[in-house]
């Protein structure tokens, strides 16, 4: 055994069975604790709603949390410090505010609560009857005018708007980088849309038994020695593909 990079995605990825929850928690603690194996977050939750989460559900504490699908990294979820470094890399080809004036045309689109809005994510909630129609248009509204903005649409209602440095993908590349664990010693877990981005690099990948048709379908499409997907749920999902790729 030796020490790996855990990264999961919290709801119904890592969160969503909780005797499964226990039982996965018992082995990444004690995988930690022998190893140094690295826990990683990766939501689509702000950091408000993660801490709402980490009250209800026995969550071990992570080596780090990268929350709002990738657009914020934090070292320690106590202190409200996103790393400095992490938001330079996002700055880049991106402005907020014009992105958010090109996007008001688009009546389908509703706005995500204030808590779930920041510097680098704008979110809206598009229903999944014309989303494909309305993403087309949006992309092409913003690539008109320079934008190389990164649209992600989850779980048949969520989407989106990320700069194009921006994803759980890259966020979790970033992480690599800088605690220096090759992409071989890590894997990603993931159920819906906005975990796609876990899946593309060269990482392995675990997506859970419930994933949402997005992923699967996903899935079907680009399938490839790397990927899991599980016959499981949830955290029990997750516990398969570890043992399947021998890091438990
Ligand atoms: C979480 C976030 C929301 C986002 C969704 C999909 O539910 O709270 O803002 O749109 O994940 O990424
Ligand atoms: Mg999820």
């Not at 030796?2 to 909780?18: E, H, S, Y």
């Not at 689509?44 to 504490?61: E, H, V």
């Not at 780090?64 to 700055?91: H, Q, R």
Request: aromatic share 12%.
């Amino acid at each position: 055994m030796k020490p790996f990079l855990f990264v999961t995605d919290l709801d119904n990825t890592l969160v969503g069975d909780d005797p499964a929850l226990k039982t996965l928690n018992q082995h990444l603690a004690k995988h930690r604790q022998e190893y140094g194996t690295k826990i990683v977050y990766a939501t689509g939750r702000s950091l408000y709603l993660y801490r709402l989460l980490a009250k209800a559900k026995l969550l071990l504490s992570p080596d780090a949390l990268i929350t709002s699908v990738g657009t914020e990294m934090y070292f320690d979820s106590n202190k409200e410090v996103c790393d400095p470094e992490w938001e330079k890399i996002l700055s880049q080809g991106w402005n907020r505010e014009e992105i958010v004036s090109i996007a008001s045309k688009f009546e389908d689109l509703q706005f995500q609560p204030d808590s779930e809005q920041n510097p680098f994510k704008i979110s809206y909630y598009l229903a999944q009857s014309v989303s494909e129609k309305v993403i087309n248009k949006l992309r092409t509204a913003l690539y008109d005018r320079g934008y190389q903005v990164k649209l992600i649409y989850s779980g048949g209602q969520d989407l989106d708007l990320l700069p194009p440095n921006g994803d759980k993908g890259l966020a979790v590349q970033f992480l690599r980088d800088r605690w220096n664990i090759a992409a071989c010693d890590t894997v990603t877990c993931g159920d819906s849309g906005n975990d796609v981005a876990l899946f593309i690099g060269e990482e392995k990948g675990i997506i859970v038994g419930n994933a949402k048709p997005e992923l699967s379908q996903w899935y079907r499409e680009n399938k490839h020695e790397s990927l899991y997907f599980a016959k499981a749920a949830c955290a029990g999902g997750i516990l398969e593909g570890l043992k399947y790729f021998n890091f438990v």
